[in-house]
């Protein structure tokens, strides 16, 4: 059961080979074995759990399921969770119980699906190796002194070590994508506005995005259809109707124009990597589609770029962590301003705050213009860049991260390395394009690498389609790091 896909899974509650509550059992109890060491969950409460279970199993008796009736699927801790611990990694946090449910959750409510357990990452999603995470790293079930990607790290380790049937995460500037081709699983974030940021615990709000994180992109577009959909509370959510984003995956790809920018095999990508997207390209010559060459001469400025304007939002986000209606407050302080400055010293780690410190820096006056005005309007070049290549091709594929899944720790001291780890997700988020990553072979020393894929607005029913396409005549996505068959 651990290697079906959703739709396997789906059919096997259907036809009560197995219920929702042994499902949701296998699930816990392998989590209870790995998680003391791969540390994938924060937080997880099997009387929840097993209650969503058992009202699963009563909807799928009564011939009432969804698709995803009784899937057992981990949240990253990003998003409210009625009744639940939602820390978002941080101190901050560390105690707080979601009062209400984000619209994600409520979305895996009506489907009937359970909520395995919270999974860990970097605090506030600022991070690209989950090591500024507050419950402490996680670890890549393919190499455990190898960090998994971030932010959504907990979520990329624990679909890959099967401790989850699927996983949500989020995307702000690669924290889908990235760890997703680290651990060697398929994520995908959406067009911009696609999935409410209702009760998603806010980062850099014009650029943050949910999306889902499974095994392949079929589970994906099962996940995908569950998430989205229009919300009032989210003023950026787009109206528009709920689509089947599995209705084109089996298409065929013949006269498929694929766009590589050579921006992307440039300097800086680890030989080994390079030759894996290759190898990924040349099967979609197989196929039938044909490659372009494009360029996208402003994309060398959007790690600069986005490190301006996400930080700038990040500030602003961050600033209602007051320690006066919910959140860490310091046991001891002089005065209310002491309260703040010390509640916010120690609830915030080191990576927050030099965020915080420069997002002030860049709003202030006297440096905004220079600084955040010059990056907005260079985010709008990065937008044109894609709007001219999406002229000559139908989509863009490279890399998605510069390497494998490098050891915990060697980048820590270096804050600019870590950041250039997302060096070719970020213009994605800059832009509001979607953009997904498929596992695409292993290096030298049996690490996953992903090809990202990015598509025009809207275009996620073909994206997917295109990964399924892959993943029928290649079985890297279905390669897993665990030994054992229960
Ligand atoms: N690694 C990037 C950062 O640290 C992106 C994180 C994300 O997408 N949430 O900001």
């Not at 939602?86 to 409520?106: K, W």
């Not at 690209?128 to 455990?144: C, H, L």
Request: aromatic share 8%; glycine share 8%; charged share 20%.
């Amino acid at each position: 059961m651990l290697n079906s896909s959703l739709k396997q899974m789906s059919a096997a509650l259907r036809a009560k080979e197995i219920s929702s509550v042994e499902l949701t059992t296998l699930y816990l109890e392998r989590i209870a074995a790995h998680n003391p060491t791969l540390n994938a969950y924060v937080t997880t409460d099997a009387a929840i759990s097993l209650g969503q279970a058992k009202a699963a199993d009563e909807l799928l008796a009564k011939g009432k399921a969804q698709p995803l009736t009784g899937i057992p699927v981990a949240q990253k801790d990003i998003f409210c969770a009625k009744g639940w611990r939602t820390t978002c990694g941080s101190r901050m946090l560390s105690d707080f119980i979601a009062p209400y449910d984000a619209h994600v959750i409520e979305q895996f409510n009506h489907a009937g699906a359970v909520n395995l357990g919270k999974t860990n990452m970097d605090e506030f999603a600022m991070g690209s190796s989950n090591e500024t995470s507050y419950f402490g790293p996680v670890r890549n079930p393919w190499n455990q002194n190898a960090v998994p990607g971030g932010s959504s790290g907990g979520a990329a380790s624990a679909v890959a070590a099967r401790l989850c049937a699927a996983a949500t995460g989020t995307d702000t500037g690669g924290s889908i994508r990235q760890p997703a081709a680290l651990c060697g699983i398929t994520g995908i974030k959406p067009t911009y506005g696609t999935v409410s940021r209702y009760g998603m615990i806010a980062f850099a709000s014009s650029l943050d995005q949910a999306g889902p994180m499974a095994r392949s992109a079929e589970d994906c577009a099962l996940m995908l259809n569950v998430m989205t959909g229009f919300d009032e509370r989210d003023s950026t959510s787009l109206p528009r109707e709920k689509e089947d984003y599995a209705r084109d995956l089996n298409l065929p790809l013949s006269g498929l124009r694929i766009g590589l920018p050579k921006e992307f095999f440039a300097e800086g990508l680890s030989p080994d990597v390079a030759a894996r997207v290759e190898g990924a390209i040349a099967e979609y010559r197989k196929l039938g589609a044909v490659t372009v060459d494009i360029s996208l001469p402003n994309s060398r400025l959007a790690v600069p770029v986005y490190y301006v304007l996400a930080p700038a939002e990040a500030s602003s986000n961050l600033s209602r962590y007051d320690g006066v209606r919910y959140g860490y407050r310091a046991p001891e302080y002089a005065d209310l301003s002491d309260m703040y400055e010390k509640s916010r010293a120690q609830g915030f780690g080191a990576e927050v705050k030099r965020r915080i410190m420069i997002g002030t820096y860049v709003l202030s006056h006297g440096y905004y213009d220079a600084y955040y005005l010059q990056a907005q309007k260079i985010r709008r070049l990065i937008a044109q860049d894609f709007a001219d290549a999406f002229k000559q091709c139908d989509v863009i594929m490279g890399p998605t991260s510069p390497s494998t899944a490098f050891s915990l720790g060697e980048k820590n001291d270096d804050p600019v390395q870590m950041y250039l780890s997302d060096i070719y997700t970020i213009a994605v988020n800059l832009a509001g394009l979607p953009g997904m990553s498929v596992p695409c072979g292993f290096d030298g020393n049996g690490m996953p690498a992903g090809l990202q894929i990015i598509g025009n607005y809207f275009e996620e029913a073909r994206m997917l389609n295109i990964a399924h396409q892959y993943q029928l005549a290649t079985d890297w996505h279905s390669r897993s790091p665990v030994k054992e068959t229960p």
